[in-house]
C-alpha cells in the first residue's frame, strides 16, 4: 500500500471500522471465555444433581481452555499494537477500552478530561490502529475465532 493509500485508509471510516474491530478482539473472546465458564458451572451443578455429564463437562473444560488461549494471544497482539502508538495518552485511553473494558465516561473521569476529549483521543487512537494495519504491523487474523 503506497502512502496515499494508507493515509487514506486510516483516515476512512472503513479503516477505522477495521481498527475497532481488531481491538475489540479481546473484550469479544474474554466474552466467549465467561460464556463458555458459565456452560461448565451449569454442567458441573448437573453432575452434583447426579445427572451424566462427564462428556458433557470435559468438552466444555477444552473449550474453555481454548477460549483463554484465544484469550491471551488477542490480548498480547492488542497490546503489542498499543504500544506502538506514539502518545501516552493515546496508550492510556486505548488499555483502559479495549483492555479493561472500560466506558468512555469512565476513562474520562479517572483521566480527568472531558468525554468529548476521549472520544477525540480514541478517535485519534483508531487512526493510528489503522495506520498498523495498512502498514502491515497488525495482522487482523492473529487467531482463530
Do not use: W
Not at 461448565?40 to 473449550?63: H, P, S
Amino acid at each position: 500500500m503506497t502512502g496515499e493509500e494508507a493515509l487514506s485508509f486510516m483516515q476512512s471510516a472503513p479503516g477505522q471500522r477495521r481498527a475497532q474491530d481488531f481491538l475489540s478482539g479481546a473484550l469479544r473472546a474474554d466474552n466467549a471465555a465467561a460464556l463458555h465458564l458459565a456452560r461448565l458451572d451449569r454442567l458441573r451443578k448437573m453432575l452434583r444433581r447426579g445427572q451424566r455429564v462427564e462428556e458433557d463437562i470435559r468438552k466444555e473444560e477444552q473449550a474453555l481452555f481454548s477460549a483463554y488461549a484465544v484469550l491471551k494471544t488477542r490480548r498480547q497482539a492488542i497490546s503489542a499494537a498499543i504500544g506502538r502508538m506514539p502518545e501516552e495518552t493515546l496508550r492510556r485511553v486505548m488499555t483502559a477500552r479495549y483492555l479493561e473494558g472500560l466506558p468512555f465516561f469512565r476513562i474520562a473521569m479517572d483521566m480527568h478530561y472531558d468525554e468529548r476529549q476521549i472520544y477525540r483521543i480514541h478517535r485519534k487512537g483508531l487512526m493510528h490502529a489503522a495506520a498498523q494495519i495498512a502498514n502491515g504491523q497488525i495482522s487482523e487474523k492473529f487467531s482463530p475465532d
